[in-house]
């Protein structure tokens, strides 16, 4: 009976059920939706690890990258249980590909259960397995290839025999896994290495991960606004009803009760409504995720999304924590209200100032705290948190710095109607303090998160043009023809740069050494963030090495300081050159000392200088006999570099608007809910002469004046914002510190979308004002509201 | 279908090759097939036949410790063949097998091993002979001009027990069938079989309890073939039984849709005497449950033609070897009309 | 003088059963200085009748002379225009404006007619009683305080018309009768003409005139 009265409200508000439950929706959606991106990556990361490693077994790994494979059989042969593997890359046609050789009969579990609807004898003879989604890459497989989901995406999972005959390694493996307990001492000349490719996945795209649930938690924050709105003003508006009720003799307990099991009734029916749009959301996202995911961190994550009930039930989970956070306030407020408390405005306005005072005393607190994270923290999380609290405190600022704004302005109005306009403007703050909170975290996350990108993509372009110097850059099919290549192009262009690298683990972290020909290409190129005197002759004098801001950075490695390089020992750092969107750490010694660390280092690509680009392409072609898959000039590898670069902020402006438009509907359903009181405070002016089109219009203007007063609170948050995404996320995140730069006809662009935001938000309740030809406001005359 | 599983069938399932898996149903592949007549030629026999599709290298030891304890030791060699040739490098298409058993009254312990030929991990030399996968092998160490299994060393470990033999032959190899050609089915299925079952054995087991030095009796076996056994032919039933008075007597039968028996008697001196089909009577006299499986660990064997009536009891009835291809093989205690101990292989329970 | 003459006033409301009439053709006419009491049952038109002469609701047909100009015959912007300068509205409810202070709330409508006049309006605080009072908010206020102000915001622009729709419905007896006999007093001394809607025959009886409203015609 209660209930029924209590549920009858939602059935005149239709408009005001429908954002309750919008709100809920949305924010478990974006929730739910980057969750289940996450959790799509991580299994696809677990899918990696385990076909190459059993959890997380050990390998076996030469320093010099390879081995003989004889160290195979000799090793088993010892009892020691490990089991062969050649990896590489394969380029086929437009696409490059992971060519993972396994030996099937000795291989772990893990890596044998990828071939678990295959045929041995196939295997054997050279066919293969690849993820579906790879599959669909090719018009010409390199080899008979069947689908399986246990291969990650861009792997191709073949016999160690064909492996080697692809990548031209015969006799050799890229290094062994233990299959049982690790030999003590150590073979010969072997290392252990600890860490799966999964594991480090896991570690160079936590940062990525981490990022994508901070804009889940936003958007979850931002749609509770609305769900908090929403429930506050049913419950004002049902303040009369609950007295009613409890006058009647219904006991509180039964009368709160019913309350929670209306809101618990909506927490359900609007969470199974944002899992399916969260997952409906991620199924739209994941293609560019995976794509950003494979373009930064190499990270094989399929474009198709599975379903697990574990990601269900947590976004069940999180609608009712949601619904609870946002109603909960409302229900101790329903426990706490006297029997006859009278329905009166002013009391709720009194409320709200001192809220007003709680929210300045919260800002400040939590400014403080984000003061001090900003002082002692260190590491991702600090930084997060940082964001969280500058956010957070920006956000409760913005009701209380509008107020004064709107009080300023009133002071200066002359004329009435402005005077008015002014004063009713800040006394409905309150009410749409919520919803403008909202916008000004949306706001400010725009503005922070373009001006990091847009900060980042200037310098991107710039670095590109100074490390991507060389006309093209060949691609050798093996080393014997790195050679043949070299000895071709030596008398026919200015210079052959050849690129080497070894795998090694710098100060801790994954990476590798390069070898690099001392030319005048990159002394006068070759961007650099910090140096010692005359760098590049004490490179090229074998006096230390160079390493990348990444190295720099993790280690806090700086010019005078010492890095340990595999082989050499300590040598002196001598200059740190940025590396954008690389995730591993680097160093860079000259060619010839490499050679002589690591010899036998097959040349991974060649960089070419000529001034006839087209004669020497030409050239390789017809003379050489090269195929043009293998050749990649100056423009091609930019645009690689951009669409990557492009591809990786795509998902990061999808939730940009997706969290506007959040913030718009918070602004239209308070807006809407908001209307009818809004009657009562505009039939006066009507009477006394105001037409309905002038008080629309009126409406509409109050509507952009508070989003032009929000963007501009907005500004100072979004740079904050932005700033310390470049000097505090991004370095923890990928390593590298770019400097902040301003883009104020971005900014222009957002206000007009702020403004539109607010004007389509504010449109309907005006348009019904203007259009309703005073019949609701006649109404206010006649009856008691 | 699982690597694991494809060897089950390759290597153990008639049923599968009834069904006509993956062209292997035929000996029309180009694998040899056992001629009759065709007589083994040494040391070259002793080594591996690539172009046979399976073969194998199996030694089952009786043992006793100083107490007098029984134990029971198995070192077996697979290899299995996808093309009828050798190649070198991972071009190989010859896959090998290993299993390593040990038995002690209360505990059973198994282990094995996969690999492929053409590198070096596993294979079978003949000369010297030399039969190896990993760190497991079997080594001849016979004296030169003597025969090559006339005496060996002998390893294997898992992850809980290990041993090492070193056996001596105490007479000559024995052929079974014709000359070594044992015809497996009424059809006529075939294969080369010939055995070492004079061994005297000394080692030392590895248990977790700690090592414990035996000695006892072996029993090698040596077969190879392309198709072995008929399509309707679900598995086997085989000892080998060293009785106390010298004599030897190897013994099977074929469970299909009739049963198909065969064994050969060797005396002392190593005169071997065909059984054919018929001449020994196999009956179940009890059953264990072992790895979740009903199986006949208590046989009586009948030979009516000498009067012989042999009860065998198990040492240890959970012999079971739990491998990716599982079957039941230990050792035995022979008693009735004679006593003796030998070894009991069953499969397809 | 005539300055608010209604003219065969009909107006119908749409209903599920078709056109409801409401008033069929009302005629009535207010002299400067005059108080006349409009009175009937709920649902009689009476708020309907007030509402029309306020031109806040347009007739069906009929003239709505305020002065010489036809109210009726304005588009809702002029309707505005005139209400704004000749016209001033007492309610029930007083709406106020909640986010103005009383002083604003006084001097608003004089204000947005362009004919505010700082110390009429001072003064007329005065009289309503209201100088203290000034730099609050109307929710501050007590209902006979709002009415006060209400009507002072009404006299402020120094209307020709003067309409009120149960200006002491809210109010209790005591307080009511002070806050009518003070606004009486006041449209009479700015000559204007008072049209006052009332379910009260006392209060009525203290009008110079009285109209009854039955089925949308004047008995």
Redesign the interface.
């Known amino acids: 009976m209660t209930l029924t009265a209590l549920l009858s409200h939602w059935l005149r508000n239709k408009v005001q059920l429908a954002m309750l439950l919008a709100g809920l929706t949305l924010a478990t959606a974006l929730w739910s939706g980057v969750q289940a991106l996450n959790a799509q990556a991580r299994g696809a990361y677990a899918t990696a690890a385990a076909l190459v490693s059993e959890d997380g077994a050990s390998r076996l790994v030469a320093p010099s990258g390879q081995m003989d494979?004889?160290r195979?059989?000799e090793l088993?042969?010892?009892?020691v249980?490990v089991s062969p593997v050649v990896e590489g890359r394969l380029a086929v046609a437009e696409t490059r590909v992971t060519l993972l050789g396994i030996?099937?009969?000795?291989a772990p579990q893990g890596t044998?259960?990828a071939?678990?609807?295959?045929?041995?004898?196939a295997f054997?003879a050279g066919a293969g397995f690849a993820h579906p989604e790879t599959l669909a890459e090719f018009s010409a497989p390199p080899m008979p290839l069947s689908p399986s989901n246990a291969v990650p995406v861009g792997t191709l999972l073949v016999?160690?025999?064909t492996a080697?005959r692809f990548l031209g390694m015969?006799?050799q493996i890229s290094h062994l896994l233990l299959t049982?307990p690790a030999p003590d001492p150590l073979p010969d000349g072997l290392q252990l290495a600890q860490a799966s490719e999964g594991a480090e996945l896991e570690g160079l795209t936590d940062s990525f991960h981490l990022n994508l649930t901070a804009f889940g938690a936003l958007a979850f924050a931002v749609g509770l606004f609305i769900v908090h709105s929403a429930v506050g003003l049913a419950f004002e508006q049902r303040r009369g009803l609950f007295r009613t009720l409890r006058s009647l003799g219904v006991p509180l307990r039964s009368l709160t009760l019913a309350l929670a099991f209306e809101l618990v009734l909506m927490a359900f029916v609007a969470g199974l409504a944002g899992l399916a749009l969260g997952y409906v959301l991620a199924a739209a996202l994941l293609p560019d995720v995976a794509a950003t995911l494979r373009g930064l961190y190499g990270a094989p994550v399929p474009g198709s999304l599975q379903f697990s009930p574990v990601w269900a039930l947590a976004g069940l989970a999180m609608a009712f924590a949601g619904a609870v956070l946002a109603g909960g306030q409302a229900l101790w407020r329903l426990w706490h209200m006297p029997v006859l408390a009278p329905a009166q405005p002013r009391a709720w306005a009194m409320a709200t100032g001192r809220a007003m005072r709680w929210q300045v005393a919260g800002a400040l607190a939590l400014g403080g705290v984000a003061v001090a994270l900003a002082w002692f923290g260190s590491g991702l999380f600090a930084g997060f948190a940082l964001l969280a609290a500058a956010l957070l405190s920006a956000a409760l600022l913005t009701p209380p710095v509008l107020a004064l704004g709107l009080r300023g302005a009133a002071r200066l109005a002359q004329a009435p109607v402005a005077q008015w306009f002014w004063a009713d403007s800040r006394q409905n703050l309150p009410r749409l303090s919520l919803a403008l909170m909202a916008l000004m975290l949306a706001l400010a996350a725009n503005i922070g998160v373009g001006t990091m990108v847009a900060s980042f993509r200037a310098t991107f372009i710039g670095w590109l043009d100074q490390r991507l110097v060389a006309e093209f850059t060949i691609t050798p099919r093996d080393a014997a023809q790195a050679v043949a290549l070299e000895a071709f192009l030596a008398p026919r262009v200015n210079a052959v740069l050849p690129l080497r690298r070894v795998d090694a683990t710098l100060a801790g972290f994954p990476g590798a050494v390069f070898a690099m020909r001392d030319h005048a290409t990159f002394r006068d190129n070759w961007p650099l963030i910090a140096d010692v005197p005359d760098v590049w002759d004490r490179l090229a004098a074998e006096d230390g090495a160079l390493i990348n801001e990444q190295l720099a950075r993790r280690a806090n490695l700086w010019p005078g300081d010492s890095v340990l390089l595999p082989g050499a020992g300590s040598v002196p750092v001598l200059g740190v050159y940025p590396d954008y969107g690389n995730p591993l750490t680097q160093a860079i010694v000259t060619e010839g000392w490499f050679d002589r660390l690591y010899p036998g280092t097959p040349t991974r690509q060649l960089a070419i200088r000529t001034d006839d680009p087209s004669a020497t392409r030409a050239a390789l072609l017809d003379e050489f006999g090269l195929s043009a898959q293998a050749i990649t000039d100056q423009a091609q590898a930019k645009a690689i570099s951009m669409a990557i670069f492009e591809r990786t902020f795509l998902i990061t402006g999808a939730l940009n608007v997706l969290t506007l438009s959040v913030a718009a509907l918070a602004l239209f359903a308070t807006l809407v809910t908001l209307s009818g009181l809004r009657l009562v405070q505009l039939a006066p002016l009507w009477a006394m002469g105001l037409t309905l089109r002038q008080l629309a219009g009126l409406e509409l203007a109050r509507a952009l004046v508070l989003a032009g007063l929000t963007m501009v609170l907005a500004l100072p948050v979004g740079l904050m914002l932005a700033q310390v995404l470049l000097a505090v996320i991004n370095v923890q995140a990928f390593g590298w510190r770019l400097p902040l730069q301003v883009f104020p006809a971005d900014w222009a662009q957002l206000a007009l979308w702020a403004g539109l935001a607010m004007i389509a938000a504010a449109a309907w309740p005006a348009w019904r004002l203007w259009r309703g030809g005073g019949g609701p406001l006649l109404r206010v005359f006649a009856y008691e509201r | 279908?699982?690597?694991?599983v494809?060897l089950v069938l390759l290597l153990w399932a008639p049923t599968a090759l009834a069904q006509g898996f993956?062209g292997l149903g035929t000996d029309a592949t180009g694998f040899a097939v056992p001629e009759r007549g065709r007589a083994l030629q040494f040391p070259r026999d002793h080594g591996a036949h690539p172009a046979y599709r399976i073969e194998w290298w199996y030694l089952t030891m009786t043992l006793q410790g100083a107490d007098g304890r029984d134990y029971g030791a198995q070192w077996t060699l697979f290899r299995s063949a996808?093309a009828p040739e050798e190649r070198t490098?991972?071009?190989s298409?010859q896959?090998w097998m290993g299993h390593a058993g040990l038995t002690t009254p209360d505990a059973h312990f198994a282990a094995e091993r996969?690999?492929?030929g053409g590198?070096?991990?596993a294979g079978a030399e003949a000369a010297p002979f030399r039969a190896?996968i990993?760190?497991w092998h079997m080594t001849s160490t016979a004296s030169t001009g003597a025969d090559a299994l006339s005496a060996l060393k002998v390893e294997a470990?898992g992850?809980d027990f290990g041993y090492s033999f070193e056996l001596t032959a105490e007479g000559p190899l024995v052929f079974h069938g014709e000359n070594g050609y044992s015809i497996k089915s009424a059809a006529g299925q075939a294969s080369y079989y010939y055995s070492q079952p004079f061994y005297t054995v000394t080692g030392t087991l590895d248990l977790p309890t700690g090592p414990v030095e035996v000695t006892g009796q072996g029993w090698l076996d040596r077969e190879w073939s392309s198709q072995p056994l008929a399509s309707d032919q679900q598995g086997w039933d085989w000892v080998s039984i060293t009785l106390d008075d010298g004599h030897r007597l190897m013994g099977f039968q074929l469970r299909g849709a009739d049963i198909f028996t065969a064994g050969t008697w060797i005396t002392p001196d190593g005169t071997a005497t065909a059984l054919p089909d018929g001449a020994l009577r196999f009956t179940p006299l009890g059953t264990a449950q072992v790895a979740g499986r009903t199986v006949p660990v208590r046989w009586q064997i009948d030979w009516p033609a000498r009067d012989m009536r042999l009860v065998t009891e198990p040492v240890n009835p959970q012999a079971w070897m739990d491998l990716t291809v599982s079957y039941w093989e230990g050792p035995i205690r022979v008693s009735g009309t004679h006593t003796g101990r030998g070894y009991l292989e069953m499969t397809g329970y | 003088m005539t300055l608010l003459a209604l003219e065969d006033i009909r107006k119908s409301f749409a209903s599920a059963e078709g056109a409801v009439p409401v008033l069929q053709g009302v005629s009535l006419g207010v002299a400067a200085g005059q108080v006349v009491a409009l009175t009937g049952e709920s649902g009689s038109g009476k708020s309907t009748l007030l509402h029309i002469a306020a031109g806040l609701e347009a007739p069906d047909s009929g003239r709505v002379l305020i002065g010489a100009q036809d109210m009726a015959a304005l588009p809702d912007a002029g309707r505005a225009k005139l209400r704004r300068g000749t016209v001033g509205l007492v309610f029930q409810q007083f709406n106020l404006v909640p986010s103005l202070t009383v002083g604003a709330n006084l001097a608003f409508q004089a204000r947005l007619a362009g004919v505010h006049d700082p110390e009429f309006c001072a003064a007329l605080a005065v009289r309503l009683g209201l100088s203290d009072l000034l730099a609050r908010y109307p929710e501050q206020l007590s209902g006979g305080q709002q009415q006060r102000v209400a009507i002072g915001r009404a006299l402020a622009a120094k209307p020709k018309v003067l309409l009120a729709d149960e200006p002491t419905g809210n109010l209790d007896e005591a307080t009511g009768d002070a806050v009518f006999a003070l606004m009486l007093e006041l449209a009479r001394a700015q000559g204007a003409a008072l049209l006052l809607v009332t379910h009260s025959a006392r209060l009525a009886g203290q009008c110079d005139r009285n109209l009854h409203l039955r089925a949308g015609r004047l008995a």
């Open positions: 494979q004889a195979f059989a088993r042969a010892q009892g249980l030996e099937p009969l000795t044998a259960a071939l678990a609807d295959g045929d041995l004898q054997f016999d160690i025999g080697q015969e006799g049982g | 279908m699982n690597v694991k494809f993956a996808l490098g991972w071009d298409p896959v996969f690999g492929r590198v070096g991990q190896y990993d760190d470990t992850p």
